[in-house]
C-alpha cells in the first residue's frame, strides 16, 4: 500500500460510524441482585465491532506501509557485484614502448584489446600529420605482413592537400599563434573474434580535433566514432593487420558552456595522455 493511497478506506470510510439514523429507547436495569449471577455487559451492535475491526486493520496496514522498504531485503544484494564485460579488469598496464607506443601485451583476450585501445590512440594523433613521425608510428605497430601497405595508404591519406585544407604547414605544424589538437580517448573495447593467433577489436572513441586561435577557421569540436582493428600475435606481442573507422555511437551532446581558444590551448600542452589497459 503507498503513502498516496487513501489511508482511510476511500470516500465514506466514515460514513456508517453515526448508524442508520435512527434512535433507540433504553430501558433501565433492573436492581442487581449480590447473589446472583454476574451481570452481563449488553453487546455492542454488530456494525460497530466491524468499524471498529476495519480501523484496527486500517491502522496495522498504515505502519507496516510506512515501517516496510520500498524493496524487499535481499542479503544477496549486499554482495559485490561480479565482473562484467564493461568493467574495468583493474591489470596494471604493460611498461615498455616502442616511439613512444605502448608494447609487450599479453597473449589473450585482453592483451588484444588493451592493445587495440593504445593503437587507436597513436592513429588518432597529432603525429600522424607528421610525416616522420607517423612513419615511426605504423613501424612500431604494424604487422610485418602489411606495414608497407599501412604505409603507403597512410601516407596517401595525409596528403599535402589535407594538411593545407586543415590550415597546417607541410610538415603538419600550426601557423604561429595557433596549436593543432588531435587527440583521441577510447571509452571501451569489445572483441569482435578472438582465435588465439588473431583477433578483431572495436575501439568506441571520442576525439578532439581542430585548430586553437582567434582567427581559426577550423576550431577545436569533439566527436565519438568507433575504430576497428584487426591484430595479428607475431609470437611476442599484437601487431596491426587492419584498421578502418565509422562514426558512433554518440551521446546527446550536454550543456557545457565552451571553452576559450586559449583555454583549450592550454589544456591540450599541460593534460597528458594514459596507457590503456582492459
Known amino acids: 500500500m503507498s503513502n498516496d493511497d487513501d489511508q482511510y478506506g476511500g470516500a465514506g470510510g466514515y ?3 453515526g448508524g442508520t439514523g435512527q434512535t433507540r429507547t433504553r430501558l433501565p436495569d433492573p436492581p442487581a441482585d449480590p447473589y446472583g449471577p454476574t451481570r452481563r455487559t449488553p453487546r455492542a451492535s454488530r456494525s460497530l465491532i466491524t468499524v471498529v475491526g476495519v480501523v484496527v486493520l486500517l491502522i496495522a496496514a498504515i505502519a507496516f506501509a510506512n515501517s516496510a522498504p520500498d524493496t524487499p531485503s535481499d542479503r544477496a544484494s549486499d554482495k559485490p557485484p561480479t565482473d562484467s564485460s564493461t568493467a574495468a579488469t ?5 611498461t615498455d614502448k616502442s616511439a613512444g607506443i605502448p608494447k609487450g601485451f599479453a597473449h589473450d583476450e585482453q592483451g588484444a584489446q588493451s592493445a587495440a585501445a593504445n593503437f587507436a590512440v597513436a592513429l588518432g594523433s597529432d603525429g600522424m600529420f607528421n610525416s616522420a613521425r607517423r612513419r615511426a608510428i605504423v613501424d612500431a605497430l604494424a604487422d610485418d605482413s602489411t606495414r608497407p601497405k ?49 583477433a578483431a577489436v572495436d575501439v568506441w572513441c571520442i576525439g578532439m580535433f581542430g585548430l586553437t586561435g582567434e582567427k581559426s577557421t577550423r576550431p577545436v569540436t569533439s566527436g565519438w566514432f568507433t575504430i576497428s582493428v584487426t591484430l595479428k600475435w607475431n609470437g611476442s606481442d599484437w601487431k596491426v593487420v587492419e584498421t578502418s573507422q565509422k562514426d558512433g555511437p554518440t551521446p546527446v551532446t550536454g550543456d557545457n558552456a565552451v571553452s576559450g581558444s586559449g583555454e583549450i590551448s592550454s589544456a591540450v600542452t599541460e593534460f ?7
Do not use: C, H
Open 15 to 17: 460514513g456508517e460510524v
Open 90 to 94: 583493474g591489470t596494471n598496464p604493460v
Open 272 to 278: 597528458g595522455g594514459f596507457t590503456y589497459a582492459r
Open 150 to 198: 599501412l604505409q603507403s595508404g597512410f601516407d596517401a591519406d595525409y596528403s599535402a592537400g589535407l594538411l593545407s585544407q586543415i590550415g597546417l604547414t607541410k610538415d603538419g605544424l600550426a601557423p604561429a599563434g595557433s596549436t593543432f589538437v588531435s587527440r583521441t580517448l577510447p571509452a571501451g573495447t569489445k572483441v569482435k573474434s578472438y582465435a588465439g593467433a588473431t
